[in-house]
């Protein structure tokens, strides 16, 4: 069976990981068509033959199979982006003008990360 077998059998509402350059994204397959697989709200265009973005010389997207370990470390990787840019906006903020909901905000935030 060939490595792309997966992509014949996606159906309209099945979910997929969009992989670009920078991030992987959860999102639902939108429209099949014999040749091409339009992902999410943007219908972004895919070969069905390979699972890659038609058109495009550099950065180009391309899917791989949903799984619920490939969806927790997304999850994961999107939660730290989260906290790091978090903690850099504290770092650049003087801690004295935050309000008393933004210092429980940010402490429930590190809390659940185990990090306070």
């Known amino acids: ?13 099945d979910q997929i990981i969009m992989c670009t350059h920078t991030s992987k994204e959860i999102r639902r397959v939108a429209r099949v ?3 091409h697989i339009l992902v999410g709200e ?3 265009r895919f070969r069905r033959k390979d699972g890659w973005q038609p058109g495009r ?6 899917l791989t199979p949903y799984t619920p370990e490939a969806a927790d470390a997304i999850h994961h990787t999107h939660l ?3 906290t790091y840019s ?3 906006y504290i770092h650049r903020y ?9 210092c429980q905000s940010i402490l429930t ?8």
Do not use: K
């Not at 010389?57 to 391309?62: G, K, M, N």
């Not at 801690?95 to 933004?102: A, C, I, M, Y």
């Not at 935030?109 to 306070?116: K, T, V």
């Open 42 to 44: 943007a219908a972004v």
């Open 57 to 62: 010389d550099f950065h180009r997207a391309f």
């Open 33 to 35: 068509t014999p040749t």
């Open 86 to 88: 978090a903690l850099s």
């Open 80 to 82: 730290r982006q989260a």
């Open 1 to 13: 069976m060939s490595e792309h077998a997966w992509l014949a059998e996606l159906q309209v509402g």
């Open 109 to 116: 935030l590190l809390r659940s990360l185990g990090l306070a």
């Open 94 to 102: 003087d801690v004295d003008r935050l309000t008393d909901d933004q």
